[in-house]
């Protein structure tokens, strides 16, 4: 079956914009992650999704950054007025509750520039 | 709080060699442990993990790793590696269930000819 697909892949984007970047996960999986992957800091968490509530955004490096879930399927991270510090891989990784494994299954990333 | 270390931010090997990779870990609490793989311009890829029960945990592409409670590691290993192994590889932890995982910051083996 399909796995978690990300879009867009690639994303060059000026200072100030604001930019959304989407995951669909995979069917069935009610659990939704999404990390962010940059050279100086290494992957790090930034929210978690359980159906449509976020029980944990403690991973949001600032207000600018939102996300949201929708049917308890897709998702969009929402990066407000972007700095050069944003530039990072952002990865979405989604799971399926209640499996013993809890096992996540990431997409392929997003990587975001911002100029 | 949880906290991965991983020694080696980088690792060359000659090919058929065997290589090890190692991952401490920090947690108050019991953990679950992977090891994931990422190859150039993907996304991470599972390579195994260790819930409970047996102690050498064996996954793909002929990894394996072994889980020591008493020294806090999960350290990876292959006993004889192959060019197309080059990749960064990532250790990981989280709580049981639905908890974000915490990463080490990756060690890239790199596998020369």
């Known amino acids: 079956g399909a796995g978690v697909s990300q879009s867009p892949s690639n994303k060059v984007t000026e200072k100030g914009k604001d930019v959304e970047l989407r995951c669909d996960p995979i069917?069935?999986?009610?659990?939704l992650y999404w990390y962010r992957q940059s050279l100086g800091q290494g992957l790090e968490f930034l929210i978690y999704?359980?159906?449509?509530?976020?029980?944990?955004k403690s991973g949001l490096p600032s207000d600018r950054f939102s996300a949201e879930r929708t049917g308890g399927s897709v998702s969009t991270l929402t990066i407000q007025r972007t700095q050069q510090e944003d530039s990072a891989v952002y990865l979405c990784?989604?799971?399926?509750?209640?499996?013993?494994?809890?096992?996540?299954?990431f997409g392929p990333g997003t990587r975001l520039t911002v100029t | 709080a949880q906290s991965v270390t991983q020694l080696d931010s980088q690792v060359p090997v000659f090919e058929e060699a065997p290589v090890e990779l190692r991952c401490n870990y920090s947690?108050?609490?019991?953990?679950?442990l992977f090891w994931y793989v990422q190859y150039p311009n993907q996304g991470l890829q599972l390579l195994l993990k260790?819930?409970?029960?047996?102690?050498l945990v064996k996954g793909i592409n002929g990894f394996e790793a072994e889980f020591n409670k008493s020294q806090t590691s999960f350290h990876l290993r292959k006993p004889s590696v192959h060019i197309s192994d080059t990749a960064e590889y990532f250790c990981?932890?989280?709580?049981?269930?639905?908890?974000?995982?915490?990463f080490g910051k990756g060690t890239r083996l790199s596998v020369i000819a």
């Open positions: 069917s069935g999986h009610t659990a």
């Open positions: 947690s108050s609490v019991s953990v679950y």
């Open positions: 990981a932890v989280n709580s049981p269930g639905n908890t974000p995982l915490v």
């Open positions: 260790y819930l409970s029960g047996s102690t």
């Open positions: 999704f359980q159906g449509n509530s976020a029980p944990d």
């Open positions: 990784a989604s799971s399926l509750m209640g499996q013993p494994s809890y096992e996540q299954y």
